[in-house]
């Protein structure tokens, strides 16, 4: 069973900055690319940022690029998002995922469809 555990929300003004964490267990976690997602209320989950297998690519929405950074400790099975010059704009439940296939070394992919596992998400809140 893949088990995958958020932490790091919370409460930030406007500028600020958040690093959200996720760790992974149940399956050989430096074998898979990961993503976050995030839905803000009344809206879709939609798609943030993406990072391959090996951590060697990554992806972002342009509504995040220059200033969200992913990361990955496979040693710690830990994916990061460093979340900076937030905005009120980000306020959302911030979700991370696996996607379901090994090695891939095709584009991140930003369907959530190929995301099989999912955390129970993060609450970010970020005040103007």
């Known amino acids: 069973q893949v088990q995958l555990v958020e932490s790091g929300g919370g409460l930030v003004q406007a500028g600020g900055s958040l690093r959200l964490s996720c760790a992974a267990s149940?399956?050989?976690?430096?074998?898979?690319?990961m993503g976050w997602f995030r839905q803000a209320p009344g809206q879709e989950r939609e798609f943030v940022s993406g990072?391959?297998?090996?951590?060697?690519?990554?992806y972002y929405a342009d509504s995040v690029k220059g200033r969200f950074t992913i990361s990955r400790d496979n040693a710690k099975t830990t994916v990061y998002l460093q979340m900076n010059s937030l905005k009120p704009e980000d306020t959302a439940v911030y979700y991370c995922?696996?996607?379901?296939?090994?090695?891939?070394?095709?584009?991140?992919?930003?369907?959530?469809?190929?995301?099989?596992?999912w955390g129970q998400g993060t609450q970010v809140t970020v005040s103007s």
């Open positions: 995922a696996v996607d379901r296939r090994a090695y891939y070394r095709g584009p991140i992919s930003t369907f959530r469809s190929d995301y099989d596992y």
């Open positions: 990072l391959s297998w090996s951590g060697g690519s990554t």
């Open positions: 149940g399956r050989t976690f430096s074998s898979y690319p």
